[in-house]
């Protein structure tokens, strides 16, 4: 006898109600099944405006319909960052609102088209900054660490860079000795010009003689000062730790190519940011003159930008700010891109990324085979106190936290004891947490 004559005939017997009901539970129990998790919808997105450490840090809070589910995002742009709040508030939040917070790939599309024009800095921050949230959100409602929704770890952390920098050869040696003490293997060495505003430490003595009273830079002496360093380091350092440089696009290109060349035989592992974005194609004359490893990308934010560094070989490592890109969902695509042309990433971490976004690229730098190396930047007592959570730092490698989602948690009420503009002096203060200007002697002004 089958089924369904079982069921006629309970059913002529008065069981017709009994089974309806666990036709019922079983359908449901079911459609459970194949619905997985309730999907939560976007019901508030907000701003948090803080700044711990003296950087403007704007993170996106998205709360879902759901109760205690929400989710954190780094939508920092230090120096406009009062510009990304008003662009999530105005712009980004009436449009999500409403809207599934589980069709992330979809809603970063929807973001990135809703503007027309694109790949702006304010923009790409703003979206980042949901972006993120979203993946936060989804971390938490599956009980896992982000690194487990995209694939797991393929590294058990991440090998990270210092900033050892000061005003003079000696300094910067007792500082690349002090992360090297501390289990660095990778030290990023930068010195002071006398004289002058050089990037990444500070001046020593008077300002040299300028035809303008603001901070000096010559390019030229900039690169004798920089070979000399390496030299010094090497000589003091020895050969097995790893030597970096960021040359922040100070340079003429011609410069550039020569002074690529001249560093070759200190075996950097990588020279960063030699050329500007809107000079990269000169990156084809530097890869065919010599092997010093390369590395670019901080300042993107379009795809016009990273494509053909990538495709072409044309650098070693892609260093992208990932909310500049952004965000998570970008970035975790460029990075598969790039593995298929043997380029690493080395993804942009100082100061002016938020712990969230510190998490974000930890998260990147575990689960991409193409990892090449990470950025890091302390967390002071401030930061901790507003941001619970932060990647931790042992050795020399930084490990992403193993609670759900990015496992960050903000003390909303701590954040609001550093308000924006916590910390800032001078210009940097009197611009909002912009920048000032640098020229060369004679007043021209350069690239920061
Ligand atoms: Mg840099």
Redesign the pocket.
Known sequence: MNRRKLFQIFSALGGATLMTKREAAAQSQAARATRGMPSPKIKDVQVIQTAPAGLRLPVVKIITDQDGLYGYGCACFTQRADLVVPAVERYLRPFLIGKPADRIDDTWQAMYNSSYWRNGPVLNNAISGVDQALWDIKGRQAGMPVYQLVGGKVREAADCYGHASGEDFPQVLESAKEYMSRGFRHVRVQVGIPGMAGYGSRAGGSQVKSLHSGPVFEPAVYIRRALKLFEVCRKELGDEVELLH?V?ERIHPTQAVQFAKDVEKFHLFFL??VLSPEDIAWFRLIRQQCATALSMG?LFNSPHEWTPLIAERLIDYI?IHVSQAGGFTPCRKIAAMAEQFNVRTAW?G?GDVSPVGHCANATLDVVAYNFGVQ?YSPFNERLQEVFHGCPVMKDGYLYPNDAPGWGIEIDEKAAAKYPFGYGERGSHKDLNGGWGEVRKRDGQIIKQ
Do not use: A, G
Request: aromatic content about 0%.
């Open positions: 960021d922040h960063e940011d901080e260093r942009h100082p950025e």
